[in-house]
C-alpha cells in the first residue's frame, strides 16, 4: 500500500512463515535509493519505525556513497562511524569481522572467503563470524555443516563513548546459496528453528518488552544498564551462552587495569526502555553481552555480574523463542535497514574458508541518546 502521497513508495508487509507469529518486517518498493526526495525519506522512515526492518530489493547497482547517505539521513548531524576507531584494537571481538571501505570508510565490508578486489579493498580475506570461536561449548565439528547457532544478539553499538546509531543498513552483494540448516539453541528447552544459512536474525524489542509480565515491565521501565568500559575488548577473553544471548560467567572478563585507559564520562549508562519515536512504543533494548551493572530505581546498583546477566536473560530469552524470530534469508541485491533501537540481531551459520560472501554494512555513531520510557 502506498505510504505518502507526494512518493511513490509502497510498503508491503513481510509474510511470516508457517510457525511464525512475528509482526514486524515489511518490503519497500518503488524507492530511488541513488535519488531519495524528502517525501521518499519520510515514507521510509516512517515504514522503519512501524516495521523495524525494512527491505528493498534489486539494489544491485546501489553506490556505497548512496548506502552512506541514506544511513545518515535518520541522523543527519552524525559523522562518523558507529564504532569510532575502536575496531583498530586488535583484542576486540569485532576485529576480525570488518573491513573498511577506503573511499567511503563510514561502510565496513563483512563476509566470507578470499576476495581479489573490491571497493579499493586489494586481497582480503573475509572471516564469517562462527560460533565455535564465541560459544563456550560449540556444536561439534562433525555436526556444524547441518547445524548452527545464533553467534550474538546485539545492537551496533560501540557502549563507549559513542551514543547508539539509530539505524544500520546492511547490503547483500555476493551470497553463496546453500542449503537450509538447523538452528539449534542448546539450552535445554529443545528449541529449533530452520534458517536459511548465513541468514541474519532478528527479534523485535518491542515484542520482547510486551509479553513481559506487569512487574517486569516496571522494572524494566525504572531500570538503567551500565556497560563495560571497552567492551568488546573487555569481553574477549569470555565466552557465550549457547543461545548467543549474553555471556557466562566464568570470570573470564579482562580486568580494567588491562583495558585502554578509562574515562568515567564516557562509560554508557542507559535506560532498559528505549522508546520509538513514531510509535511511541517500548523496547526492551539490552545488548546482553557488554552488560556490566544495573542501576535500580530505588538507586541500589546490581554489580555481581552473574546476577546481572542472569536478570537480562530472564527478561530477553522469551523475547527470542523460536516463533519470534525474522531470518533473512538474503538474496544478492536486498538492502535491509533496520531499527538498531528496536530489534537485537546476530548472524548465523558457517561457511567453508573458500565460500565467497560480500556485504556491505554502514552505521552512525547517533548525536543523542536513545529516547528513554518517560521521554
Not at 42 to 70: C, G, T, W
Not at 172 to 178: D, E, G, N, R
Request: hydrophobic letters at 35%; proline letters at 8%; glycine letters at 6%.
Amino acid at each position: 500500500m502506498p505510504h505518502s502521497t507526494n512518493s511513490p513508495i509502497t510498503v508491503h508487509k513481510i509474510e511470516p512463515p508457517k510457525g511464525s507469529s512475528i509482526d514486524f518486517g515489511a518490503e519497500i518498493r518503488g524507492a530511488d535509493l541513488e535519488n531519495i526526495t524528502d517525501a521518499d525519506f519520510e515514507a521510509i522512515r516512517n515504514a522503519l519505525y512501524e516495521n523495524s526492518v525494512i527491505i528493498f530489493k534489486n539494489q544491485q547497482d546501489l553506490s556505497p556513497r548512496a548506502q552512506y547517505e541514506l544511513t545518515r539521513r535518520f541522523d543527519p548531524a552524525s559523522t562518523g562511524y558507529g564504532h569510532g576507531k575502536t575496531l583498530d584494537a586488535k583484542r576486540s571481538v569485532l576485529h576480525p569481522d570488518l573491513k573498511t571501505i577506503p573511499h567511503q570508510p563510514e561502510v565496513q565490508v563483512i563476509g566470507n572467503g578470499p576476495v581479489a578486489s573490491f571497493e579499493g579493498l586489494e586481497n582480503i580475506t573475509l572471516k564469517h563470524p562462527h560460533h565455535n570461536k564465541f560459544h563456550k561449548d560449540p556444536i561439534s565439528a562433525e555436526d556444524d555443516r547441518d547445524n548452527t547457532r545464533f553467534f550474538r544478539w546485539h545492537i551496533d553499538a560501540a557502549l563507549y563513548d559513542l551514543e547508539p546509531p539509530r539505524v544500520t543498513t546492511l547490503m547483500a552483494v555476493k551470497v553463496p546459496k546453500s542449503e537450509h540448516q538447523t538452528l539449534r539453541y542448546d539450552d535445554g528447552t529443545g528449541n529449533e528453528l530452520e534458517v536459511p544459512r548465513g541468514s541474519t536474525a532478528f527479534v523485535s524489542s518491542y515484542k520482547m518488552y510486551d509479553i513481559l509480565s506487569e512487574e517486569d515491565k516496571k522494572f524494566a521501565r525504572t531500570t538503567k544498564v551500565q556497560y563495560a568500559p571497552h567492551p568488546y575488548i573487555w569481553m574477549s577473553p569470555a565466552k557465550s551462552r549457547s543461545d548467543g544471548l549474553g555471556m557466562v560467567s566464568d570470570g573470564a572478563e579482562l580486568p580494567y587495569s588491562e583495558l585502554p585507559p578509562i574515562e568515567e564520562s564516557k562509560v554508557k549508562i542507559l535506560p532498559m526502555c528505549w522508546k520509538n519515536p513514531v510509535t511511541g512504543q517500548l523496547a526492551l533494548q539490552v545488548h546482553p553481552s557488554a552488560v556490566e551493572k544495573l542501576h535500580l530505581a530505588d538507586g541500589t546498583v546490581i554489580d555481581d555480574l552473574k546476577e546481572v546477566r542472569e536478570i537480562v536473560h530472564r527478561l530477553q530469552r522469551p523475547g527470542i523463542a523460536p516463533e519470534l524470530v525474522y531470518p533473512v534469508d538474503w538474496e544478492e541485491g536486498t538492502m535491509a535497514v533496520f531499527n538498531n533501537h528496536g530489534v537485537l540481531h546476530t548472524v548465523t551459520g558457517s561457511f567453508t574458508p573458500e565460500e565467497v560472501r560480500i556485504f556491505r554494512q554502514c552505521n552512525m555513531a547517533a548525536t543523542e541518546a536513545p529516547l528513554g520510557p518517560d521521554a
